[in-house]
């Protein structure tokens, strides 16, 4: 099997991962947690989402997490924003990367930020020209590209046209994402391989939620185009609050231990990253849906000490 010999994993456990969550997590733990991650060998971590509180109040406290966390060298720390307000609340925080997002539906798209596609991506204008002023790069998230929980199927020519507009824009890649896990592996390989026709493979990646269990199957579809940016969540929390039925994202250490395993090289350390697995699941007083941390066989390097 032919695979890329790296792939570059970005971490949305403190952003995709606390946004849906019910009980509270106090920022000092989402702080700790953020440089938790960096010790654990990840080199992108999205440490929150500058939105309105009132949408969406678990983030409400990402300006002081953004304030207080240790910048490690050589790690792009990245925030979620939606509007010029939450850019600028943002950048005062230091980001390294902003990222930017909007649904190829409409109905999800006015549910999620209160516009619809074209409105929103003329919202972003300014943003990106800012951040390119800045100097931030601009990481643009293609949302409901594999179907929408309000529309249902969504049309490829569509998610690529989105996909198009922002690289026209000026954002530096675009991340196709499966917002309610519905995608499946031959689906992703045709909108991945009609994606190519267009645009480089190292401006593309892919965002998986893995509601239905198939977000690393889509995962080994997506490898095998040579496409390799993955987003992963710490134990596989997740979900976007606007799209009902949403689960987790795929668990970082599941998809950075099947990476290795394959012999594509991620820097990231697993047994580190299971730990941090584990503290995660005290906070939350719940088990996470990854699978690694708790294989009774698993690799003698991966073994609790
Ligand atoms: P709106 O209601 O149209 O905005 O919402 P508005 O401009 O009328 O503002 C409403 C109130 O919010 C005002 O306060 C603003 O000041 C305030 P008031 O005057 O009523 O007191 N406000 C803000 N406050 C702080 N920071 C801000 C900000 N913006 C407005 N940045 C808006 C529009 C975009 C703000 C809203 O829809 C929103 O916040 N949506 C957030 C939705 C969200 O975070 N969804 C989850 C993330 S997306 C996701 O998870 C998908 C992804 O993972 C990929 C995938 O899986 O598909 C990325
Ligand atoms: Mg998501």
């Known amino acids: 099997m032919k695979l890329p010999k790296t792939a570059k994993i970005h971490e949305v456990g403190p952003r995709d991962g606390l946004q849906?969550?019910?009980?509270?997590?106090?920022?000092?733990?989402?702080?700790?947690?953020?440089?938790?991650?960096?010790?654990?060998?990840?080199?992108?971590?999205?440490?929150?989402?500058?939105?309105?509180?009132?949408?969406?109040?678990?983030?409400?406290?990402?300006?002081?997490?953004?304030?207080?966390?240790?910048?490690?060298?050589?790690?792009?720390?990245q925030a979620l924003v939606m509007n010029m307000k939450g850019y600028e609340r943002a950048k005062a925080t230091g980001m390294d990367s902003v990222n930017i997002v909007t649904g190829v539906s409409e109905t999800f798209n006015r549910k999620n930020m209160n516009a619809g596609v074209d409105e929103s991506l003329e919202n972003y204008r300014p943003i990106i020209a800012q951040a390119r002023q800045d100097?931030?790069?601009?990481?643009?998230?293609?949302?409901?590209?594999?179907?929408?929980?309000?529309?249902?199927?969504?049309?490829?020519?569509?998610v690529l046209e989105v996909s198009r507009k922002f690289l026209t824009m000026g954002a530096d890649e675009v991340i196709l994402s499966d917002t309610i896990g519905c995608a499946h592996p031959k689906q992703v390989s045709e909108l991945l391989a009609m994606h190519l026709e267009h645009i480089p493979v190292d401006k593309l990646g892919v965002h998986f939620h893995d509601t239905r269990g198939l977000a690393l199957a889509n995962v080994l579809a997506a490898l095998q185009l040579g496409v390799n940016r993955f987003d992963g969540s710490v134990g596989g929390m997740g979900g976007c609050p606007f799209a009902p039925g949403a689960q987790g994202n795929v668990c970082t250490e599941d998809l950075v231990f099947m990476l290795e395993e394959m012999g594509v090289e991620t820097g990231v350390n697993v047994p580190a990253l299971i730990e941090v697995s584990r503290t995660v699941e005290g906070l939350l007083g719940r088990a996470l849906p990854g699978h690694i941390k708790s294989a009774k066989h698993k690799p003698s390097y991966l073994e609790r000490k």
């Open 20 to 77: 849906n969550e019910k009980a509270p997590v106090s920022t000092t733990d989402k702080i700790a947690l953020v440089n938790a991650l960096a010790q654990a060998g990840l080199t992108s971590i999205e440490y929150g989402s500058f939105v309105s509180p009132k949408w969406v109040p678990q983030m409400a406290d990402s300006d002081e997490v953004g304030r207080l966390i240790t910048r490690l060298p050589g790690i792009s720390y």
């Open 135 to 158: 100097g931030i790069q601009i990481t643009a998230y293609v949302s409901t590209a594999f179907g929408c929980p309000y529309e249902g199927e969504i049309l490829f020519a569509n």
